[in-house]
T-cell receptor, first 112, second 116 residues
Framework: GDSVTQTEGQVALSEEDFLTIHCNYS??????LFWYVQYPGEGPQLLFRASRDKEKGSSRGFEATYDKGTTSFHLRKASVQESDSAVYYC???????????WGSGTKLIIKP | DPKIIQKPKYLVAVTGSEKILICEQYLGHNAMYWYRQSAKKPLEFMFS???????DNQTASSRFQPQSSKKNHLDLQITALKPDDSATYFCASSHSSGQGGTGQLYFGEGSKLTVL
């Protein structure tokens, strides 16, 4: 079945560090890929999405590029801030149905 | 103003009791969902409804029963509560009948349930 894999359960960085959170997926066709962010005490909210190979999604300095060749949608940010501390979820919506498949989430901790 | 209202925000229950979690959305969406989040499973899909009809149920236990009295309401009744039911329950909504589709999911702030 379709799946999303986030390899990092937690990432700890200092302010202004470069961020990469890895997301790999398994699905047929061209699923729509999403990044959601969840701040403490809140529900997840959409960061951005992409639906075509090589399409770049971006928001708030975060970006990810849909790569069908490597089945990846890695989240990157050039310079993280303390306010970016949150849990980040990668997700996909397959072609054949609308069920959203979620990764296990990556907690980003920004050290002062 | 929050567009998805969940009540209560926090609740404590005793084992064996019953609770109802309330969810109302004011986004004009036709699809609504329940998710559960705990230490064991970071974000777990439970139910999806479209136009007040059940579309998908990934909850093994019949102790969890969604109730939709209006298009913009989807409450969650939980009976015979167990300590393992302790979690934060999130309500969400979307334009399409699917969770992804062409639109995005909008989540409420959650109801944190503790079962003693």
């Amino acid at each position: 079945g379709d799946s999303v894999t986030q390899t990092e359960g937690q990432v700890a960085l200092s302010e202004e560090d470069f961020l990469t959170i890895h997301c790999n997926y398994s699905a047929s066709g061209y699923p729509t890929l999403f990044w959601y962010v969840q701040y403490p005490g809140e529900g997840p909210q959409l960061l951005f999405r992409a639906s075509r190979d090589k399409e770049k999604g971006s928001s708030r300095g975060f970006e990810a590029t849909y790569d069908k060749g490597t089945t990846s949608f890695h989240l990157r940010k050039a310079s993280v801030q303390e306010s970016d501390s949150a849990v980040y979820y990668c997700a996909l919506s397959p072609d054949s149905n609308y069920q959203l498949i979620w990764g296990s989430g990556t907690k980003l901790i920004i050290k002062p | 103003d929050p567009k998805i209202i969940q009540k209560p925000k926090y609740l404590v229950a005793v084992t064996g009791s019953e609770k109802i979690l309330i969810c109302e959305q004011y986004l004009g969406h036709n699809a609504m969902y329940w998710y559960r989040q705990s230490a064991k499973k970071p974000l777990e899909f439970m139910f999806s409804y479209s136009y007040q009809k059940l579309m998908d149920n990934q909850t093994a236990s019949s102790r969890f029963q969604p109730q939709s009295s209006k298009k913009n309401h989807l409450d969650l009744q939980i009976t015979a509560l167990k300590p393992d039911d302790s979690a934060t329950y999130f309500c969400a909504s979307s334009h399409s009948s699917g969770q992804g589709g062409t639109g995005q999911l909008y989540f409420g702030e959650g109801s944190k349930l503790t079962v003693l």
